[in-house]
């Protein structure tokens, strides 16, 4: 047990993590990434909410969330990190948190994002975070769904 999925998907809980990532692997914890959202009651309230029964969700700040990470990681639940952009990520990678992989979901297109692929976009500073993380041995892949196949991220995709 322990993290079983990280994720990065700028809509956070929605039907495709709800309903098949969650029974996919089983998951018991969601541990939402992300310093506005953490910062927004409104918005903890609605994503706590939404969970299904039995499903705990807490959401920190990066900050807060780095000290925990090694509780989680050595967990007897099984855990999915879900965060919004790629650079949270390089945040807790640049605090020492190694990751053993990334589930890149969806990323919509905004301020200084470029198409990267599927219904991913992303940011240089994103990408080049990706890329290095890549370079590095990291298991990164494309898959929105559970039931959908599994599409790694080669470094022809970073050209």
Known sequence: MSIA???IDDRLIH???VM???QHIKCTQIKIIDDKT???EFMCKLLTSIAPSGIAIEI???K????????WDSSKENVMIIVRTPLTLAEMVNSGIDFKSINVGGIAIGPGRKHFYKNIALTPEEKLFLFEQFKKGM???YQ???SERREPLTEKMFR
Request: charged share 15%.
């Open 5 to 7: 999925l990280t994720r």
């Open 64 to 71: 807060k969330a780095i000290p925990v990470y090694s509780q």
């Open 144 to 146: 929105m769904t559970a």
């Open 60 to 62: 920190l700040t990066v």
């Open 139 to 141: 298991d990164i892949f």
């Open 15 to 17: 039907g495709q993590v």
């Open 38 to 40: 953490a910062n927004d």
């Open 20 to 22: 098949t990532w969650i």
